[in-house]
Nanobody
Framework: EVQLVESGGGLVQPGGSLRLSCVAS????????MGWARQAPGKELEWVAG????????RYADSVKGRFTISRDNTKNMMYLQMDSLNADDTGMYYC?????????????????RGQGTQVTVSS
């Protein structure tokens, strides 16, 4: 059984930072493109970052480029999302997910597996 478990969300003031973590079981990340997606209230799920297994291909949504950094530790079967300079538009549920489309083709398509999510709220 595949399980993706996110952690690290919370309430943060505008301009603050958070680091999200994802631990996978039943899915060897060393062979998988992986990414982070988020869903804001009343909006559709959107990909914000993705990376190939060896990090040679990395993609970011324009809205987070320069502020978010995706990383992976395949030896621990974990993935991370460092989020800096957060603003209210970054509020939402963040999911660790395996995309159905390879990251080299862009942050498009759906997901094959997704965790339960971790809530990020940016508010003063």
């Amino acid at each position: 059984e595949v399980q993706l478990v996110e952690s690290g969300g919370g309430l943060v003031q505008p301009g603050g930072s958070l680091r999200l973590s994802c631990v996978a079981s039943g899915l060897p990340l060393i062979a998988k493109d992986m990414g982070w997606a988020r869903q804001a209230p009343g909006k559709e799920l959107e990909w914000v970052a993705g990376a190939s297994p060896n990090m040679r291909v990395v993609r970011y949504a324009d809205s987070v480029k320069g502020r978010f950094t995706i990383s992976r530790d395949n030896t621990k079967n974990m993935m991370y999302l460092q989020m800096d300079s957060l603003n209210a538009d970054d509020t939402g549920m963040y999911y660790c997910a395996q995309p159905t489309t390879l990251i080299r083709s862009g942050l498009v398509g759906g997901y094959k597996y997704r965790g339960q999510g971790t809530q990020v709220t940016v508010s003063s």
